[in-house]
């Protein structure tokens, strides 16, 4: 599986972007997937995960709220739509996937796949 992420950009505090992860190269899209974000300087953090059919979500609290994370099994694709941005979401935003697994998963350890990042950042 490899794994596309896109729809990063520049947008003011308040606005809204919608990143797109597109996988390839598996036939069986059963597994679990997830957002993960690096800003400036720190480490990579937790954002969303989503279970395989998507029925469960999971957030971690500085989004809970403003983004929503979504996939299409039918399209092998993952989205994350982020509303009231703030610049505190600056970052660069990693999609990832978590073969075996099919519930929510949070811990980077299970992601065994990861996307190649894009960029998001916040003005003020």
């Known amino acids: 599986v490899q794994l596309q992420a896109s729809g990063g950009g520049l947008q003011q505090a308040g606005g809204s972007l919608r990143l797109s992860c597109a996988a390839s190269?598996?036939?069986?899209?059963?597994?679990?997937m997830g957002w993960f974000r690096q800003p400036p300087g720190k480490d990579r953090e937790f954002v969303a995960a989503i279970s395989w059919p998507g029925s469960s979500t999971t957030y971690a609290d500085s989004v809970k709220g403003r983004f929503t994370i979504s996939r299409d099994n039918r399209k092998n694709m993952m989205y994350l739509q982020m509303n009231s941005l703030k610049p505190e979401d600056t970052a660069v935003y990693y999609c990832?996937?978590?073969?075996?697994?099919?519930?929510?998963?949070?811990?980077?350890?299970?992601?065994?796949?990861w996307g190649q990042g894009t960029l998001v950042t916040v003005s003020s």
């Open positions: 190269g598996r036939a069986d899209s059963r597994y679990a």
């Open positions: 990832a996937a978590a073969i075996g697994y099919t519930g929510t998963v949070v811990g980077t350890g299970a992601y065994g796949l």
